[in-house]
């Protein structure tokens, strides 16, 4: 189990980043040159296969990864824990950016205009405003206790909202179309779903690299700043 | 003199008045968007390549202290 471990974190990235490279890229030449065009919306559509990934595999898995992490610092107060839910809530920020990017995008062509306080579009957008807060605030008030506390609070409460995102449709009904959930049509042809399954693969595969690269970065910076501390008291190093 | 053809539709791209289309503008843009994935991605390599860096600094500095010890 310790070799395990060893080899993940030795030789993880090494395999990780060349198959999200590949992942990524292959989705994006199968959704642009194999998947058909859709009949009302043309190319636009096409807008659904990074969209929707970007939201579950990137923002909601983002979100959760920060929740579980900040869940564990309360608990344990391990230090892994916080950087990890720090990565977490990063990556939540960056993958909910290109929802809310992506999603504009395809509301003008289906809607004819850009955003709507529709209950799905403003639960996410008051989800992404919380997780930018979160990383806000990790950014200017310093690594101390209270503050990397107060962080994991929010991580925690934050999470309350995601499910709320999810039904928000369904129970308050709106204009956001409900494609992955039986209603709303869409993914008629099989190549169409193989490639949103692709898009979730790459998204999901991209969501765990970032959180590996960021958590391990984190944690880098705050070992490194103790082990600098101790060396100047040591007289290894000069101020 | 050269004149410049317009038509009505001014939001759309258009070719060249000289040439016609030598690319497909929808595989350029592909291609743009593609190359975009890969400079996010090239990036996440090169913070990769930094917390290296700093993990090796750690590694070195742990040294240090430790045979500075062992001489006191």
Redesign the interface.
Known sequence: MRLLGLLIRRFG?AAL?PI??IL??GT??YV??VVPEEATMG?VQKIFYFHVPAAVSGMYLGATICFFGSAFYLARGSVRADAIARAGAEVAVTTGMMVMISGPLWGVKAWGHYWTWDAQLTTFLLSLLIYVAYVVLRAFTGGGEAERKFAAALGVLGAANLPIIHFAVTKWGGTHPEVMRGKGGGLTDPRMGVGILLGFLSFTLLTA??TW??S??HM??A??EE??H??LE????ED | MQTTTTTTDDNGFHAAPTGGETQSGSHLLIEAYAAIWLCVLVFVLVLWRRTREMESRIAVLRDAIKAKKKDA
């Open positions: 990235f980043w999200t490279t990524l890229i994006i030449h642009f040159y190319i690299l970032l690269v960021r391990r970065q880098a910076e070992l490194l082990v600098e101790e060396a040591a007289g290894v190093i």
